[in-house]
């Protein structure tokens, strides 16, 4: 957000000062009666807009969010007179522009339904029996209540927005860092070859020492003036820089003392050592660009949650603009905490990293698999169905309670796990599935462990 909450808490304890207590109050005893029939024309209205229809889904609307809406409708009007009740309702408008947000729900749908509630409500005001007067001052706070609410949404959808914009931009510059990667590697090569075509060069009898290529010249050297500033982070290139000095001040050394055969060989053996740590250098860099905040975890090698939500938008967006469902599997290592007790949290590594390698195993090309937190594993099984979802998760299970896994020379354990799935029922919010094969999980470790559970 840019805005701070702090200076939202401030806003709004100004708006519910003592003088506009008994507005406020009144406005929550005018709207109160109606807030049903306020959510259910809000609704309505959502339906029947065929932009907005595709947001909303009828069976949800009764079973959940007409009571969820018939109350936040009062929740502006309620008046807040202390720190911990402020601080509590802009948590939950924020909260709201977050799930707009992941739901992907345009911002101006958003801001044509809260259009609606704000015209309901001020309506109820004007059409009640109170002097004209106060009508106006009960109007004028109504819509300040209103927009407080509106503005708080808004920020926490922008600033969700951008945040997500910022991961998925990040996940699709991991392709560009894995070329930088290639760069050095390819570097590290041309480097090599320079150095033996200078050995081949000196030691032919006859030979010009202005025809040797410099350094600066050379494929590596121009690549380090011209690019390797632009594309690598300041250490990475301090670094290089330092490398590529040394190497250069040793060349010189190497030309001017050429004739001397005894320096010939000293500074050729010297450049070569150069060569050698540069060559070592443009790996290691090669290999930290790889691994560098590039959304794996360190252990397993399976994606981190840095990237989960910008994989599951993808896939709701598939699934809700091409029918390609999407099915969640979340599986826990059963009794994780007795094994790093009994074998301590060296052989708990190894136990989760080769977990991670049998699950992956039985993963298709399309599918992801990520490390959701501790001894907890997320699976996203692209374009699948129910069928598929319960085969594939028993076939998890049932491989992970075959394998023997090493955690000495010849020490084995063998251990389970629960599952619980979820198939994507279609709705924008991917929240939902996640919680269902969380629920799921949880029934499964209720009836018992090593088995599998499909939310219903």
Excluded at 25 to 45: L, R
Aim: hydrophobic content about 40%; proline content about 1%.
């Amino acid at each position: 957000m840019t805005i701070s909450k702090a200076h939202y808490h401030v806003i709004l304890k100004e708006l519910h000062c003592c003088e506009n207590k008994v507005y406020i109050d009144t406005i929550y005893s005018i709207v109160e009666p109606h807030s049903d029939s306020i959510a259910a024309y809000f609704y309505d209205a959502m339906m029947s807009n065929e932009k907005t229809a595709a947001f909303v889904d009828y069976d949800i609307i009764r079973n959940r969010l007409h009571k969820t809406m018939a109350s936040w409708v009062l929740s502006p009007f309620l008046y807040h007179n202390n720190d911990d009740v402020i601080d509590n309702y802009i948590n939950a408008q924020i909260e709201i522009g977050v799930i707009h947000e992941r739901i992907d729900l345009p911002m101006r749908l958003m801001n044509y339904g809260m259009s609606l509630v704000k015209r309901k409500i001020l309506d109820l005001l004007k059409n009640s029996k109170i002097e004209q007067q106060d009508k106006l001052s009960l109007m004028i706070v109504a819509t300040q209540c209103l927009d407080f609410a509106q503005d708080l949404i808004n920020e926490s959808y922008q600033g969700n927005m951008v945040r997500n914009e910022k991961r998925e931009q990040a996940f699709k510059l991991q392709f560009a860092s894995k070329n930088l990667a290639l760069d050095c590697e390819k570097m590290r090569s041309s480097l090599s070859d320079w150095m033996r075509e200078l050995l081949l060069v000196v030691q032919q009898e006859h030979f010009d020492v202005k025809n040797i290529i410099t350094i600066k010249n050379s494929n590596f050297g121009l690549w380090f003036t011209h690019k390797s500033k632009l594309l690598l982070d300041t250490h990475k290139y301090s670094l290089l820089d330092k490398s590529f000095k040394n190497l250069d001040h040793h060349f010189n050394e190497l030309i001017s003392k050429f004739h001397n055969l005894n320096a010939r060989k000293e500074h050729l053996a010297s450049l070569n050592q150069a060569v050698s740590k540069a060559m070592w250098l443009l790996d290691d860099i090669s290999q930290s660009i790889i691994n560098q905040d590039n959304g794996r975890d360190p252990l397993t090698q399976l994606f981190n949650r840095r990237y989960l939500e910008t994989v599951l938008h993808h896939e709701t967006d598939c699934s809700m603009q091409n029918g390609l469902i999407f099915g969640l599997i979340m599986l826990d290592i059963d009794h994780f905490k007795k094994v790093n007790d009994t074998h301590g949290h060296s052989v708990g590594d190894k136990v989760l990293s080769q977990v991670a390698g049998v699950v992956s195993r039985e993963m298709r090309a399309g599918d992801f698999i990520f490390r959701y937190g501790g001894e907890e594993f997320l699976i996203i099984l692209t374009d699948t169905n129910l069928s598929i979802l319960k085969r594939t998760a028993e076939k998890i299970r049932a491989a992970v309670e075959m394998t023997s896994f090493t955690i000495e020379k010849k020490s084995h354990l063998n251990i389970t796990i629960s599952l619980g799935a979820a198939l994507h029922d279609g709705h924008p919010d991917f929240l939902r599935t996640i919680n269902a094969a969380d629920a799921a999980l949880f029934e499964a470790k209720k009836n018992g462990r090593n088995c599998v559970v499909i939310a219903s």
